[in-house]
């Protein structure tokens, strides 16, 4: 995990004048000083310079070029299936015994309640509440976020606790107000199941008891294999220029320009995987009370943005119900504190069209149908190479 040094990086706001799009002017505030110069966040600053440079207005564009030539290499999937650890390879019955073990109840302490419970397949891997609910029916502290492309992740929780998707599979089972479960008894309830204790052994090879380590390995390989799946934007960004509507279209440049969402929606997971103070009201210290985080910093992980049309409701306190509530916020709704972070345009305001065209485009990020079978668990990553 990255140290005390996880800032957002220089004040970088968009704002236009006159028409929308006439102009895009990039300002840095030398109060802070940039913290990282990865790929992403460098892609990003290049392409609105060139913009900027060259004059391109999004009108002048979309008669010139392609609108989302720029944007290929920075939203387009990657070939290569997804990242795992070396101790913990994933192979298909791997994924497939962890799928059995996230819908299994035995897993908490009441026999009642999987990780399905809060993770539902047909909600995005999502619960649809406001917050998560605990085993004792009582509201949690924050926002059930969806399990899609994790594997690409470098933390892990809203506040990012977890280095790795194995120590975040673990934390909710054991978590006394979560599934509530102990060891002893989870590892008792499944070595009676003969058929379950093969799967095991075929998973890990050899003669290997069934063990905690073995449960949440299983479960992380399953975790891994979730890859959310193509949707109309990626047919757009891989030259489809018909897959999007003009609304949308106008609405990624939105996204892309005035609106500098893709400062922290960046990639093709659109998410810069760090934490930012986004300007919401609640008083949740986020990763301010993390280590490796600044004591008093109220940020958040940045969530991804794929399947967010089947996540709602939104923010890691679930605060803003619907996607047009999230636009409102970031158009004029923050809460201006110190630690508001500083790639917030605290300036920006958006027209009522403009606020649709970025809610359209963003829908264009999501399947039209949050299916329980579409893109999870596939199994065929563990074989390619």
């Known amino acids: 995990m990255r140290g005390a040094r996880e800032m957002p990086v220089s004040d970088v706001r968009l704002t236009s004048q006159g028409?929308?799009?006439?102009?895009?002017?990039?300002?840095f505030d030398r109060r802070y000083t940039p913290w990282s110069r990865d790929r992403v966040r460098a892609s990003v600053l290049v392409l609105l310079l060139c913009m900027v440079g060259l004059n391109i207005t999004p009108s002048a564009k979309a008669q010139a070029v392609d609108a989302a030539e720029p944007w290929r290499a920075l939203f387009r999937r990657p070939a290569m299936p997804p990242p795992a650890p070396a101790d913990n390879p994933m192979s298909p019955d791997r994924i497939v015994l962890g799928a059995r073990l996230l819908a299994?109840?035995?897993?908490?302490?009441s026999g009642a309640r999987s990780c399905v419970s809060c993770h539902r397949p047909d909600l995005a891997?999502?619960?649809?509440?406001?917050?998560?609910?605990?085993?004792?029916?009582?509201?949690?502290?924050?926002?059930?976020?969806?399990?899609?492309?994790?594997?690409?992740?470098?933390?892990?929780?809203?506040?990012?606790?977890?280095?790795?998707?194995?120590?975040?599979v673990r934390a909710p089972i054991e978590a006394a107000d979560e599934m509530g479960g102990d060891w002893p008894t989870i590892l008792a309830r499944l070595e009676t199941d003969a058929e379950l204790a093969g799967r095991f052994r075929t998973a890990f090879g050899g003669d290997r008891p069934i063990s905690q380590?073995?449960?949440?390995?299983?479960?992380?390989?399953?975790?891994?294999?979730?890859?959310?799946?193509?949707?109309?934007?990626?047919?757009?960004i891989?030259?489809?220029?018909?897959?999007?509507?003009?609304?949308?279209?106008?609405?990624?440049?939105?996204?892309?320009?005035?609106?500098?969402?893709?400062?922290?929606?960046?990639?093709?997971?659109?998410?810069?995987?760090?934490?930012?103070?986004?300007?919401?009201?609640?008083?949740?210290?986020?990763?301010?009370?993390?280590?490796?985080?600044?004591?008093?910093?109220?940020?958040?992980?940045?969530?991804?943005?794929?399947?967010?049309?089947?996540?709602?409701?939104?923010?890691?306190?679930?605060?803003?119900?619907?996607?047009?509530?999230?636009?409102?916020?970031?158009?004029?709704?923050?809460?201006?504190?110190?630690?508001?972070?500083?790639?917030?345009?605290?300036?920006?305001?958006?027209?009522?069209?403009?606020?649709?065209?970025?809610?359209?485009?963003?829908?264009?990020?999501?399947?039209?149908?949050?299916?329980?079978?579409?893109?999870?668990?596939?199994?065929?990553?563990s074989t390619r190479r």
């Open 19 to 27: 028409a929308i799009g006439n102009f895009v002017r990039i300002s």
């Open 104 to 109: 299994d109840p035995r897993l908490s302490g």
């Open 125 to 168: 891997f999502t619960d649809g509440r406001r917050r998560a609910q605990a085993v004792s029916g009582a509201p949690l502290r924050r926002n059930t976020p969806s399990l899609w492309n994790l594997a690409w992740s470098r933390h892990y929780f809203w506040d990012g606790r977890a280095p790795s998707l194995e120590a975040q």
């Open 213 to 236: 380590d073995a449960v949440v390995e299983a479960l992380a390989a399953y975790v891994r294999s979730l890859v959310s799946p193509a949707t109309r934007f990626d047919a757009w």
């Open 238 to 381: 891989e030259g489809d220029a018909g897959a999007l509507s003009e609304a949308e279209v106008r609405g990624f440049r939105l996204f892309t320009g005035k609106a500098g969402c893709v400062l922290c929606h960046a990639g093709w997971r659109f998410t810069d995987d760090r934490f930012h103070d986004i300007g919401l009201p609640d008083r949740d210290p986020g990763r301010g009370a993390v280590a490796g985080g600044t004591p008093g910093l109220r940020a958040f992980k940045t969530p991804s943005l794929r399947e967010a049309a089947h996540t709602a409701p939104y923010m890691h306190d679930g605060s803003l119900p619907t996607l047009s509530a999230v636009v409102a916020h970031y158009a004029g709704g923050l809460v201006r504190r110190p630690g508001l972070a500083p790639s917030m345009n605290r300036a920006l305001r958006l027209r009522p069209r403009e606020k649709a065209d970025l809610v359209a485009f963003l829908r264009t990020l999501s399947t039209e149908a949050a299916s329980p079978t579409r893109g999870a668990g596939n199994s065929e990553w």
